[in-house]
């Protein structure tokens, strides 16, 4: 039989009634992917208590109070402290190859599977209240996550039987099939487990592995800045690299040539992405592994970064009927994210939205996208000719990269399309400047081009250790300010606490300068103007400079002087 519904339950329970479970499910409609048990806690309809021993009642479990028990340290070892906290669980008693663990979302069977998966033993489930959860990872789980790598990487080194196989492939003495059988073993699956998750809790970009001829580095990019773990031995590289050519369906017997692959993962029931980039060195191979979550990307234009302002700019400009819009940057600078956060504010049912990408790197309902594939001869400019064919009304090329698929996508927005595409350059005015040379006339340009929009990332002053301080004079001269220009302004830093790993930082945000192509601009292109004309009438019409952006910034308590002066250049 199908467990009765939480609502049922809850009445059945005498926590609610039916009046109060009509209010309830009205408001859920109010509240997509929000459960109703929780939105009956946050309306003060029931307690957490009560949630808890609903849930309990049904799902057939058990309800634990945590704080009433003591936890052995060898049972808390067999969850790391990132998958502790990744999956919001507390591991209770290990017995006959049972691990029971208490959870406040039992309804969440997903994350029964994943640990089973991960962990290779059965996991029984018990009920506990988010309090009680938040507090014992708060009580057992207080270990710096470095330690935690440290003792996996410890007991690898002790283990002398890995090591001598590890060292056997590392020579090319195994066959393929020990190769492999090493790196399915437990301590090189326990250690690779531990940094993805690790990375996904960091909310990291990338995962470097790099051989080197005396060590193999393990190194996570969170906020575009690297920071180095614990390396394990360099024997264990192959072992290793093995490992994730497996996860993502490469050839694990090529080793002398790049390749690309994908892992996916399912981690506390979210769908994660890993593309995975092999590429032979002097050493071995360089595994880089771009960590695509989507819970962590958040698509939409009022959390991108931009002031209200330029939010409303910028929506005046992307409702447009046809034209071109380009948002330009350095690799790395968010401008998919912006271009993202900008269709999926487009996506309505009466509009056919297409995108060709290298690759998809997140996919969004209802909007059809194309993967380019160079090696079969899909490019940018073949995706979109045959784009045009499939009748769309928004097109976003994932970068303008040669004058073919330039001419493309101008001749789409003169034929009614509005199209959305990315540039590689150092600012907005630099931009007509860099389509110029690809070979576009300037009176296509003006004709089409409607605004650019260019962007950087810079990293957010962490919240919980942020702290007022006065910048030194060498500091205010590296930004080109007095001391009198910022009379009565406030300057803000991190202290360096352990949710920010010490850094001061937590987060990136985004600095923009936005472009509009009006009829004066578009007479300076046409006459060919200077590009340092182009960039004063631009301000002279209200562009906001990328070095003025990151200072506002910097004086609204957001991020620092050297990030801002780490990321943008001051004007001539």
């Known amino acids: 039989m199908a467990p009765r519904r939480i609502g049922q339950v809850l009445i059945d329970l005498g926590y609610i009634d039916e009046e109060q479970l009509e209010l309830l499910l009205e408001e859920q409609t109010q509240r997509p992917g929000e459960l109703l048990g929780q939105i009956a806690v946050s309306l003060n309809m029931i307690s957490e208590d009560q949630l808890a021993q609903s849930l309990a ?8 109070t945590i704080s009433d028990l003591t936890i052995q340290p060898e049972v808390l070892a067999h969850l790391t402290e990132p998958m502790a906290q990744l999956y919001k669980v507390i591991p209770l008693s290990f017995r006959n190859d049972t691990l029971t663990i208490a959870m406040c979302e039992p309804q969440n069977l997903a994350v029964l599977d994943e ?7 059965q996991i029984r ?11 014992a990872l708060e009580r057992y789980y207080t270990t710096d996550q470095g330690e935690s790598v440290e003792s996996i990487i410890s007991s690898m080194e002790a283990d002398k039987e890995l090591l001598a196989q590890a060292m056997a492939a590392e020579q090319g003495e195994l066959d393929l099939a020990s190769a492999e059988a ?3 073993s437990a301590p090189v699956r326990k250690l690779l487990n531990m940094v993805f998750l690790l990375g996904i809790k ?9 051989p080197f001829e005396d060590e193999f580095k393990i190194r996570i990019k969170a906020d575009g800045t690297l920071y180095e773990m614990v390396p394990p031995p360099r024997h264990l590289a ?11 369906n490469l050839d694990i017997a090529e080793k002398r040539l790049p390749q690309d692959g994908r892992i996916r993962l399912m981690v506390a029931g979210m769908p994660i992405d890993f593309r995975v980039s092999v590429l032979p060195t002097m050493f071995g191979e360089s595994v880089v592994c771009r960590i695509l979550d989507k819970s962590v990307i958040s698509l939409d234009l009022n959390n991108v970064g931009m002031s209200q302002q330029l939010i409303a700019e910028f929506r005046e400009i992307i409702k447009r009927p046809n034209g071109i819009i380009l948002v330009t940057g350095p690799t790395g600078s968010g401008k998919t994210t912006t271009l993202y956060a900008a269709l999926s504010e487009l996506n309505v049912i009466t509009d056919k939205l297409m995108t060709t990408e290298d690759p998809v790197e997140y996919d969004i309902d209802g909007i059809v996208q194309m993967p380019i594939d160079a090696e079969i001869g899909n490019t940018f400019a073949q995706c979109l000719r045959s784009i045009l064919r499939q009748d769309p009304d928004k097109i976003l090329v994932g970068e303008i990269r040669d004058r073919e698929t330039a001419e493309i996508a101008v001749q789409a927005s003169l034929t009614g399309h509005l199209v959305f595409s990315t540039l590689h350059t150092n600012d907005a005015p630099s931009t007509i400047t860099r389509l110029k ?8 340009i003006t004709a089409t081009l409607q605004a650019i929009l260019a962007q950087r990332l810079v990293r957010k002053i962490c919240s919980e250790c942020r702290t007022p301080y006065k910048p030194t004079i060498d500091q205010l001269e590296l930004l080109n300010l007095s001391e009198k220009e910022i009379k009565g302004k406030h300057f803000y830093q991190g202290a360096g606490c352990v949710v920010c790993n010490n850094t001061g930082y937590k987060g990136r945000t985004a600095i923009h300068e936005f472009l509009t192509v009006n009829e004066e601009i578009r007479e300076m292109i046409l006459h060919n103007a200077p590009e340092a004309e182009l960039r004063k009438a631009a301000q002279r019409n209200g562009m906001t ?8 910034k910097v004086f609204e308590g957001t991020s620092t002087i050297e990030e801002v002066v780490r990321e943008t250049v001051l004007e001539a």
């Open 437 to 444: 040379d690809m070979g576009i006339p300037e009176f296509l």
């Open 202 to 210: 960091d909310h990291a970009s990338d995962l470097h592995f790099e």
């Open 125 to 135: 489930a018990v009920v506990a209240t988010p309090n009680e959860i938040r507090s």
């Open 545 to 552: 400079p990328l070095r003025d952006a990151g200072l506002a």
């Open 57 to 64: 009642e049904q799902l057939g479990l058990q309800v634990v």
């Open 238 to 248: 192959s072992a290793i690299t093995t490992r994730i050519k497996v996860l993502a």
């Open 182 to 184: 090493l790196s399915e």
């Open 115 to 121: 640990l089973r998966n991960y962990l290779g033993y």
